[in-house]
């Protein structure tokens, strides 16, 4: 049977919803490299490694040994005793094995808390430059993003007064992200505690807290997690995953946390299974020895990841902030760097590209330079001034990559 033009008409929802100009950029890279041509990379969201040789040996045995069928919905047992532990342990959240659901990757983690605490209108703050997906999310459950305008002058971190003007009686949640992906900077503890300090005067709002970079921090200070600050605590939905820290993008593993602040009943966590067990069910059953591997035997292989990406992000930083007209904070996590170019506007490319936006310049540079990196467009209102650079690659191509863009620079007129 064929649709009519009339049953083939979309949602609304779908109509509305943005591909992601990350996925746009990839496709095009796709493209080019299929066609020979020898493309310099910058755009990639994830860890140039490989998964952990012990992590893969623990699905593999589990899958040998018969984990290939439904498991319970929130994970099993003992990854969620693990995750708990972790938690405990290393952030400072005092939760159970009861308050861990376990997730198709840290997105649908956020996808499952927005659904269970968000109605339709409810204001959700995002402070910007933010992640993607953020916005998407936000408004696939009805929700009316909030965006707040971090100033690179401040390292990309909105302050507690801003915070404090953004929120209205309608304000239902926040969205938090430290280190960033887009800006590669991080939260201070001293600044975790401000904004937590305002959040525990509005009892309405939660905090949805992304920690998938949590790892990879490059500065003297630790991360610090919102979940461990007892004034906010029973208020905080702590997401995370494998995917950044472990290497483990495609096997689609993320957590969320949401503790009961001591009460028997998990009403928040159980509805997130609830939820999740409509959607997706649970992850792939071999993923929970994953977990359980990662998390208890992996801190050797994610720490000589992080040292890896420290040098790396020095190396593209003095590289880039050479550079003229570029203007860009030093990266203190995550494996980006977020950068100002609007100093070019109104410049002309070798190709004759006139350079008017972060998507313009970001154009012009991957087909004259054959340099792939992020236009700013999709990360907030006002970063269409800006790039994203990836240091998730080799010495080798930071260096002629950014070889590349210092050339093309010089061709601008
Ligand atoms: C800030 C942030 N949160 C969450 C995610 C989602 O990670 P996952 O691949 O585990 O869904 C990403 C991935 O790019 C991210 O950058």
Same mark, same amino acid.
């Given at each position: 049977?064929?649709?009519?033009?009339?049953?083939?008409?979309?949602?609304?929802?779908?109509?509305?919803?943005?591909?992601?100009?990350?996925?746009?950029?990839?496709?095009?890279?796709?493209?080019?490299?299929?066609?020979? /041509?020898?493309?310099?990379?910058?755009?990639?969201?994830? %860890?140039?490694?490989?998964?952990?040789?012990?992590?893969?040996?623990?699905?593999?045995?589990? *899958?040998?040994?018969?984990?290939?069928?439904?498991?319970?919905?929130?994970?099993? %047992?003992?990854?969620?005793?693990?995750?708990?532990?972790?938690?405990?342990?290393?952030?400072?959240?005092?939760?159970?094995?009861?308050?861990?659901?376990?997730?198709?990757?840290?997105?649908?983690?956020?996808?499952?808390?927005?659904?269970?605490?968000?109605?339709?209108?409810?204001?959700? +703050? =995002?402070?910007?430059?933010?992640?993607?997906?953020?916005?998407?999310?936000?408004?696939?459950?009805?929700?009316?993003?909030?965006?707040?305008?971090? !100033?690179?002058?401040?390292?990309?971190?909105?302050?507690?007064?801003?915070?404090?003007?953004?929120?209205?009686?309608?304000?239902?949640?926040?969205? @938090?992200? !430290?280190?960033?992906?887009?800006?590669?900077?991080?939260?201070?503890?001293?600044? /975790?505690?401000?904004?937590?300090?305002?959040?525990?005067?509005?009892?309405?709002?939660?905090?949805?807290?992304?920690?998938?970079?949590?790892?990879?921090?490059?500065?003297?200070?630790?991360?610090?997690?919102?979940?461990?600050?007892?004034?906010?605590?029973?208020?905080?939905?702590?997401?995370?995953?494998?995917?950044?820290?472990?290497?483990?993008?495609?096997?689609?593993?993320?957590?969320?946390?949401?503790?009961?602040?001591?009460?028997?009943?998990?009403?928040?966590?159980?509805? *997130?299974?609830?939820?999740?067990?409509?959607?997706?069910?649970?992850?792939?059953?071999?993923?929970?020895?994953?977990? /359980?591997?990662?998390? !208890?035997?992996?801190?050797?292989?994610?720490?000589?990841?992080?040292?890896?990406?420290?040098?790396?992000?020095?190396?593209?930083?003095?590289?880039?902030?050479? *550079?003229?007209? @570029?203007?860009?904070?030093?990266?203190?996590?995550?494996?980006?760097?977020? =950068?100002?170019?609007?100093?070019?506007?109104?410049?002309?490319?070798?190709?004759?590209?006139? =350079?008017?936006?972060?998507?313009? @310049?970001?154009?012009?540079?991957?087909?004259?330079?054959?340099?792939?990196?992020?236009?700013?467009?999709? @990360?907030?209102?006002?970063?269409?001034?800006? =790039?994203?650079?990836?240091?998730?690659?080799?010495?080798?191509?930071?260096?002629?990559?950014?070889?590349? +863009?210092?050339?093309?620079?010089? *061709?601008?007129?």
């Amino acid at each position: 049977m064929t649709l009519s033009r009339d049953s083939a008409r979309l949602s609304r929802r779908a109509e509305q919803l943005k591909a992601s100009s990350t996925l746009a950029v990839t496709a095009r890279v796709r493209e080019l490299k299929a066609a020979g /041509v020898d493309v310099i990379a910058f755009g990639a969201g994830e %860890p140039d490694f490989d998964t952990p040789q012990p992590i893969k040996q623990a699905a593999i045995d589990a *899958m040998l040994d018969g984990a290939t069928r439904y498991s319970p919905i929130p994970g099993t %047992p003992e990854a969620r005793k693990v995750i708990a532990e972790k938690l405990n342990r290393e952030n400072g959240i005092r939760c159970s094995p009861e308050d861990i659901v376990i997730t198709t990757g840290g997105k649908h983690a956020l996808y499952l808390a927005a659904q269970a605490v968000i109605d339709d209108g409810d204001e959700v +703050i =995002i402070p910007t430059p933010g992640w993607v997906s953020y916005v998407p999310i936000v408004q696939l459950c009805g929700g009316v993003p909030v965006e707040v305008p971090a !100033s690179v002058d401040n390292d990309f971190r909105i302050t507690p007064e801003q915070l404090e003007r953004a929120i209205t009686p309608r304000t239902r949640a926040m969205i @938090f992200n !430290s280190p960033s992906n887009p800006c590669g900077t991080t939260y201070e503890p001293n600044h /975790v505690r401000a904004l937590a300090e305002v959040l525990a005067r509005h009892e309405q709002i939660m905090l949805f807290s992304d920690e998938i970079y949590e790892k990879l921090i490059y500065a003297d200070f630790a991360h610090l997690s919102p979940g461990s600050i007892e004034s906010i605590a029973d208020r905080v939905i702590t997401l995370n995953g494998l995917s950044k820290a472990y290497a483990m993008t495609g096997w689609r593993i993320g957590y969320a946390c949401a503790p009961a602040g001591g009460k028997d009943d998990n009403p928040l966590a159980k509805a *997130m299974a609830r939820l999740q067990g409509q959607m997706t069910t649970h992850i792939a059953s071999f993923g929970y020895a994953a977990i /359980v591997e990662a998390l !208890s035997n992996g801190a050797e292989a994610v720490e000589s990841m992080r040292r890896t990406f420290a040098r790396r992000a020095e190396r593209m930083y003095a590289l880039v902030s050479a *550079m003229p007209g @570029f203007k860009c904070p030093r990266p203190t996590g995550a494996f980006y760097i977020f =950068i100002d170019v609007s100093d070019h506007f109104g410049r002309t490319s070798p190709g004759g590209k006139r =350079i008017e936006s972060g998507l313009t @310049f970001a154009g012009a540079l991957l087909e004259e330079a054959n340099v792939a990196v992020v236009p700013g467009e999709d @990360f907030g209102e006002g970063c269409d001034k800006n =790039i994203r650079l990836s240091f998730a690659c080799s010495d080798e191509n930071i260096d002629e990559g950014c070889r590349r +863009i210092d050339d093309w620079l010089g *061709m601008l007129s």
